[in-house]
Each structure stands twice: as structure tokens, then as C-alpha cells.
T-cell receptor, first 115, second 118 residues
């Protein structure tokens, strides 16, 4: 079963505009959420995270919003830049010792920012 | 180096052959994970090592897959009798643990090994 879902495989925006990437999850035990960015031929790199005790976390141009009741999170990038073009993965983990904090990933969304 | 190192970066093998993939985690990171990404798919968890504890093998897709971590550092992922569906990018990640709220520390990924089974 897909516990983390990113329903949009791709998103295209103009430079300077806002990019909004969405993610839904089903496991109510998830309490920590992350976004990773991946360029071709490279491993994913950590971008931003949010704990379930918060509903918003901001870091420069990147903001992650968490709606626990809807089991939904989103990543906002504003203003978008061509260098932001990459695949963005949503990931989630729980704090149960048995899970070892392993991350469950979504399928990814390819973001293309056009100059 | 400062990051997670994986080798080889690319591997082409014939169906039925065995392959070994290597991961060198960041020094001092006690937690090590293997994931794989098949074409058009997300990252699929394979196995997790934490210090000297028994590894969590719950993500391994079949008994043809195995992994070990020697001396708490370097890890090798072995795939025996490779099949075409094993073709994927195999990613290794490590994480710092042992700190307060360390479960929140992010995974650091290597660049992966692209495995192609012909």
C-alpha cells in the first residue's frame, strides 16, 4: 500500500511565480515529514522538514505546510527559479523505535521552472 | 570524503549473475539505509542497519537480496541471480543518531548505483 502519495507526477511554472507541490499520507503514526530534492544522476538532498506539532515551517524561499486532519502537506517555493527544476520527494517517518526512523517516500513530482 | 560514497556508479550485468554494490557512509553515522528507485517509481526501502543491532530486512523484495555492514561502517548490498526487474538505482543513505531527537535528523544520500540487468 502506498502510504505517501504525490498525485502530480509533474508541474511546470514560470520563473518568479509560486510552485506548490502536494503530498498526502495515510499512516496516522507519521509524525515527521520531509521534502527532498533530486537532480538527475545525484542522490536526493534534504530540503526542509516539519514536525507534526507544527503546521508551518519556513526556510527562505521554501515553506512547508502540514494539515494533520487532512493528512496533507504541501511545499511552496516562492519565487521559483530555473535552478529549482528537479524531482521533489515527500517523505514521512514515525518515532516508533522499531521503525528505525526509516523514511517512506512518495513517487516524486518533477518540477520544471521555465525562464 | 564528506558525503556518502557509493560504487560503482553504474553496473550492467547479465541476467542470472550476482552483483555487489558498495556504500561508504558518512564517518560517525551509525544508521545506514538502502533504498532503490525503479523507473518512474518513488524510493523503496530495502534494509536498515543501526549500530550493532540486528538489521531491519523487512523491505528486501526476495531472498536473492542480502546486505551486510562490516565494522559498523561500509555496507555491501548483494543481489544473487539478478533478474531484469532488479534494474533500478540503488541508493544508500546514512544518518547521525544518538542525539536528542536524533530521529529527526535527515538522511544523507549517496549518488546511487544504476544497475541494469540485460
Amino acid at each position: 500500500d502506498q502510504q505517501v502519495k504525490q498525485n502530480s507526477p509533474s508541474l511546470s511554472v514560470q520563473e518568479g511565480r509560486i510552485s506548490i507541490l502536494n503530498c498526502d499520507y495515510t499512516n496516522s503514526m507519521f509524525d515527521y515529514f520531509l521534502w527532498y530534492k533530486k537532480y538527475p544522476a545525484e542522490g536526493p538532498t534534504f530540503l526542509i522538514s516539519i514536525s507534526s506539532i507544527k503546521d508551518k515551517n519556513e526556510d527562505g524561499r521554501f515553506t512547508v505546510f502540514l494539515n494533520k486532519s487532512a493528512k496533507h502537506l504541501s511545499l511552496h517555493i516562492v519565487p521559483s527559479q530555473p535552478g529549482d527544476s528537479a524531482v521533489y520527494f515527500c517523505a514521512a517517518s514515525d518515532s516508533l523505535p522499531a521503525s528505525g526512523s526509516r523514511l517512506t517516500f512518495g513517487e516524486g513530482t518533477q518540477l520544471t521552472v521555465n525562464p | 570524503g564528506a558525503g556518502v560514497s557509493q560504487s560503482p556508479s553504474n553496473k550492467v550485468t547479465e541476467k542470472g549473475k550476482d552483483v555487489e554494490l558498495r556504500c561508504d557512509p558518512i564517518s560517525g553515522h551509525t544508521a545506514l539505509y538502502w533504498y532503490r528507485q525503479s523507473l518512474g517509481q518513488g524510493l523503496e526501502f530495502l534494509i536498515y542497519f543501526q549500530g550493532n543491532s540486528a538489521p531491519d530486512k523487512s523491505g528486501l523484495p526476495s531472498d536473492r537480496f542480502s546486505a551486510e555492514r562490516t565494522g559498523g561502517s561500509v555496507s555491501t548490498l548483494t543481489i544473487q541471480r539478478t533478474q531484469q526487474e532488479d534494474s533500478a538505482v540503488y541508493l544508500c543513505a546514512s544518518r547521525l543518531t544518538g542525539l536528542t531527537n536524533s530521529y529527526n535528523s535527515p538522511l544523507h544520500f549517496g549518488n546511487g548505483t544504476r544497475l541494469t540487468v540485460t
